[in-house]
């Protein structure tokens, strides 16, 4: 599979962004989804995930309540909706796709990746 990331750009605080990552050669739902955020000298981190089935999601506690990811079968698309974003938010964002059933919660769980997509919050 294939990993397209898009939607990142710069955003005041409290302002909202919707990332898309755009799959192919295989549908997202034969894989487990990740969103991952990495910080200039920091590690990629998990922000949020969904297992293959999409019944079940998880969420970094820093983003609960503010980001939901989701996907559209027919567009073969998983999003990052994220609101009410915070300076802290500021980093490049990364989807995954790995070939686990269930979520997984650190990079070395996926498989595939896309390129990254700069998020910039401005305070």
């Known amino acids: 599979v294939q990993l397209q990331a898009s939607g990142g750009g710069l955003v005041q605080a409290g302002g909202s962004l919707r990332l898309s990552c755009a799959a192919s050669g295989r549908t997202f739902s034969s894989y487990t989804m990740g969103w991952f955020r990495q910080a200039p000298g920091k590690e990629r981190v998990v922000v949020a995930a969904?297992?293959?089935?999409?019944?079940?999601?998880y969420y970094a506690d820093s983003v609960k309540g503010r980001f939901t990811i989701s996907g559209d079968s027919a567009k073969n698309t998983v999003y990052l909706q994220m609101n009410s974003l915070k300076p802290e938010d500021t980093a490049a964002y990364y989807c995954?796709?790995?070939?686990?059933?269930?979520?997984?919660?650190?990079?070395?769980?996926?498989?595939?990746w896309g390129q990254g997509t700069q998020v910039t919050v401005s305070s």
């Open positions: 969904m297992s293959r089935s999409g019944g079940s999601t």
């Open positions: 995954a796709a790995g070939r686990s059933t269930y979520y997984v919660t650190t990079p070395s769980g996926y498989n595939y």
